[in-house]
């Protein structure tokens, strides 16, 4: 029913930046929720930002004004650019999806998830 595959991970240097992307399949007529979320070295999940179906977006407060959420819909892609990188941003991230809408734009966790993808900020 969902299906997710991230890529675009890497290393940057801090300052620089980044775009994820995810492949995302969902077979469903209803709205539904999409987003990444990010877990560091002895942390926990993370979410870092939503969108739904119908473009609403939210994001954590740690990436507001370097991280933006976008979906192409005719390519059924998710993307994260993120912009001025900092080291504490070294992560694992994940796309994800939850077919619970409205409550996906506020629920902390989430239903599907991607394999995962690094990235690495270094000082």
């Known amino acids: 029913q969902v299906q997710l595959v991230e890529s675009g991970g890497g290393s940057v240097q801090a300052g620089g930046s980044l775009r994820l992307s995810c492949a995302v399949s969902?077979?469903?007529?209803?709205?539904?929720?999409t987003g990444w979320f990010r877990q560091a070295p002895g942390k926990g999940r993370e979410k870092v930002a939503v969108?739904?179906?119908?473009?609403?977006?939210n994001y954590a407060d740690s990436v507001k004004g370097r991280f933006t959420i976008s979906q192409d819909n005719a390519k059924n892609t998710l993307y994260l650019q993120m912009n001025r990188l900092k080291p504490e941003d070294t992560a694992m991230f994940y796309c994800?999806?939850?077919?619970?809408?409205?409550?996906?734009?506020?629920?902390?966790?989430?239903?599907?998830w991607g394999q995962g993808t690094q990235v690495t900020v270094s000082s």
């Open positions: 969902i077979y469903t007529s209803r709205r539904y929720c």
């Open positions: 994800a999806a939850d077919l619970g809408w409205p409550l996906c734009l506020s629920r902390p966790d989430f239903g599907y």
């Open positions: 969108i739904d179906s119908d473009g609403e977006t």
